[in-house]
């Protein structure tokens, strides 16, 4: 089994030399208690958490009697993180919280997903329909039961998908009809529910998509509604059998430890539930939830895979082959530069998106909004897709022993690949950044991105990074060059050409920004460097390599990509295949 390491010195440099979350008042807090908060959640991490990873893996879920029975070792696990107040980490405190800057929580749970990814999902999605029910709730909801979700009692879900719909949400089937007393009855089938049913609540809270009576076709007539699994009553109090039902438990490449589960609403009795948000506003009351959910997935790559990175990088300072430790041969010592600079670039790109949310309530400035629609499409798509590439590198480092269970990593494989399908798969969120983030915003918010990194750009030494300075300078008028090259084909109504460069042009935009992350990095750790000696100087040392490392084998290509989207005028769909 391989052991759980925290680059704590890192995720400090992006906390307090970077973002600079001690300029936030309102949390009352200063650097001494936010590093205290983070170490004893590392701790937390590495004793509970992180042993619990490959046993929950190894038992998986189970249907017991028709209920469904999680790994044991995920009881002391849950009862530790509520118990220990991690779970009302970064909550408002009028509803039990700890307010703290999103950075810093989200920081955290990047440590506590790395260490057991299929668990945190139990609490992940808790919270994300807390924070529906908290934003859109009614007082009953909030009295009733957001208290008992907040304490660990009881658990949340987001019940999206069907059989016949998939990603197309706006053909799903499952009805809503009105009861007396501002109910409803909801009757259907959802499929591929996280954390859909377990022994680690008494009862589930579903946030379910459905449609009424007077609901059109197509995602305008959906409306969203909470049931829970056992009714409840008026004070409170749990009731009878909503009749919602697990019908099935998959079994899945990775993630075991996490129950997905078909449910069924409404088939062997009457389902009730009780709308939230208002009447065929149902996706964007969802959105709350499903952007969280986004976020979230690239913070499941970005953390599984620099956990992955630290496992392959002790294995290769102790395993010697031709007479040397592997860390001295070149090809091997290349990959860990490549990885440590994916790894350090995702978790930059994380934090920083996470800060924002606090920019848009410090300053109230509407371009910190557009920021973070513009972002969670690259933190998802990029950071899912490269945490697991890093992960499959950690493999290839261990050699065989990766491949086998002994070391973990292969785990890490299995755990990481999801995060590149649910919540959309990447390819809508190419559809998405492209369609709805450049073209739809008019280019409003890549272009404050823009200024802000040229703004960076302009502050690199031109002596130290006189290459990746010259580099940065070509991809700025190749991504200018390519936008426009885009913005004309829809101007023409060619969409079909649009579409099918999205995902490359999501590769582009999420290169040059991680790149910008990184370099900002870099250029804060020069302005350090003098004034430092030992292990610092050594670390900010680092920050240099890593954006030297991620410009020459990453944002490099971004030349080759840009050439495919403005040369390839061939529409794709009238090739034969």
């Known amino acids: 089994m391989g052991k759980y390491h925290a680059d704590l010195r890192d995720i400090q440099f992006n906390l307090f030399d970077v973002l600079n979350i001690t300029r936030l008042p309102q949390f009352g ?9 983070l170490d004893e959640y590392s701790k937390f991490v590495e004793n509970e958490i992180f042993p619990s990873r490959e046993p929950s893996d190894v038992h998986g879920v ?11 070792e995920l009881h002391s696990v849950q009862k530790g993180f509520h118990d220990n107040g991690w779970f009302a980490l970064g909550f408002p405190a009028d509803i039990g919280g700890t307010p703290v800057p999103e950075a810093l929580y989200t920081a955290c749970m990047s440590l506590a997903t790395g260490a057991n990814c299929a668990w945190m999902m139990y609490p992940g999605l808790s919270r994300a329909a807390m924070n529906v029910i908290r934003l859109k709730g009614t007082e009953f ?20 998908t069907e059989a016949g719909a998939g990603s197309d949400v706006g053909a799903l089937k499952t009805t809503a009809k009105p009861l007396s007393g501002g109910k409803y009855a909801i009757k259907g089938a959802k499929i591929f529910i996280s954390s859909g049913e377990s022994d680690l609540y008494s009862n589930n809270i579903h946030l379910v998509l459905a449609r009424t009576p007077g609901g059109g076709e197509g995602t305008k007539g959906i409306s969203l509604f909470v049931v829970p699994r056992f009714k409840i009553n008026d004070d409170g109090s749990m009731g009878a059998t909503n009749h919602v039902q697990c019908s099935k438990v998959e079994h899945k490449m990775g993630i075991h430890a996490s129950a997905t589960c078909e449910l069924q609403f409404g088939q062997t009795g009457e389902t009730e539930g009780w709308m939230i948000g208002e009447e065929f506003e149902g996706m964007s009351t969802m959105f709350i939830m499903m952007n969280e959910a986004r976020l979230y997935c690239g913070i499941q790559g970005e953390s599984q895979g620099n956990l992955a990175y630290h496992m392959a990088d002790k294995y290769v300072r102790e395993r010697v082959q031709f007479g040397k430790e592997l860390i001295l041969h070149p090809d091997i010592r290349r990959n860990l530069l490549r990885m440590r ?4 670039g995702m978790r930059a790109l994380c934090m ?3 800060d ?4 848009v309530h410090e300053t109230g400035d509407h371009k910190y909004e557009g920021l973070i629609g513009l972002l969670t499409p690259i933190c998802k798509a990029y950071c899912s897709e490269q945490g697991f590439q890093v992960a499959v590198e950690s493999l290839q480092a261990h050699g ?13 494989v299995r755990d990481t690949k999801i995060a590149t399908i649910y919540e959309g798969t990447n390819g809508i969120q190419a559809i998405d950044f492209v369609m709805r983030k450049i073209l739809k915003d008019g280019g409003k918010s890549i272009t404050a991105l823009s200024a802000e990194i040229i703004a960076t750009v302009g502050k690199l030494d031109d002596a130290t990074f006189k290459k990746e300075k010259e580099l940065f300078g070509k991809v700025l008028m190749s991504a200018q060059s390519t936008m426009q090259h885009l913005s004309g ?24 920004v991680v790149a910008w992350r990184l370099m900002e990095s870099a250029e804060i750790a020069q302005q350090k460097l003098a004034s430092t000696t030992g292990d610092e100087k050594k670390y900010l040392e680092s920050k240099m390599v890593d954006f030297k490392i991620y410009c020459s084998h990453y944002l490099v290509h971004n030349l080759s990509i840009a050439k495919t989207i403005t040369d390839l005028s061939d529409d794709v769909s009238a090739l034969e295949l």
């Open 341 to 344: 600079a994916m790894g350090r």
């Open 400 to 412: 065989g022993y990766g491949y086998c269970t002994e070391y973990g990593v292969e785990q890490f």
């Open 62 to 72: 189970k249907m017991v009697d028709g209920n469904v029975k999680v790994a044991p």
């Open 489 to 512: 084909l829809a101007q023409k109504n060619q969409f079909s050409l649009v579409l099918q460069h999205c995902t490359d042009f999501l590769q582009f935009a999420s290169q040059m």
């Open 356 to 359: 924002l949310f606090d920019k």
């Open 352 to 354: 920083y998106t996470a």
């Open 141 to 160: 909801m909030k009295t009733h039961i957001m208290s008992k979700m907040v304490t660990g009692e009881w658990g949340g879900t987001m019940c999206l």
């Open 29 to 37: 807090l200063e650097e001494g208690d936010y590093k205290g908060i």
